[in-house]
């Protein structure tokens, strides 16, 4: 069993930062990928970003440029860092895992998700 414990949520105005933090525990000797998604109000969980194992990153188009994620392996963490953030930014931030190794060596190919929290970007 895996759980995400997410945190830093929070109101924010336009043009201003968060930091999102994520961190897995549980029976865990590996996770392949790493990352964030959303949901607005009315709109479907998108990607936000992700990153392997490798450190190899994805992005959404929309958040390039504005928001890094980063990892750390040996805490099974990662971290948002969202800069310049806009109104539509403004969503239910989950932290996901994909593809956990238990310390037995089994793999779970299947979806972990974080209870989420909430980002509010309002002046």
């Known amino acids: 069993q895996v759980q995400l414990m997410e945190s830093g949520g929070g109101l924010v105005q336009p043009g201003g930062s968060l930091r999102l933090s994520c961190t897995a525990s549980?029976?865990?000797?590996?996770?392949?990928?790493l990352g964030w998604y959303r949901q607005a109000p009315g709109k479907q969980r998108e990607l936000v970003a992700s990153?392997?194992?490798?450190?190899?990153?994805v992005y959404a188009d929309s958040v390039k440029g504005r928001f890094t994620i980063s990892r750390d392996n040996a805490k099974f963490a990662i971290d948002l860092q969202m800069d310049t953030l806009k109104a539509e930014d403004t969503a239910i931030y989950y932290c996901?895992?994909?593809?956990?190794?238990?310390?037995?060596?089994?793999?779970?190919?299947?979806?972990?998700w974080g209870q989420g929290t909430q980002v509010t970007v309002s002046s």
């Open positions: 996901h895992a994909d593809r956990v190794t238990t310390k037995e060596g089994i793999i779970y190919e299947y979806d972990h």
């Open positions: 549980g029976n865990i000797f590996a996770i392949y990928t």
């Open positions: 990153i392997r194992s490798s450190g190899v990153t």
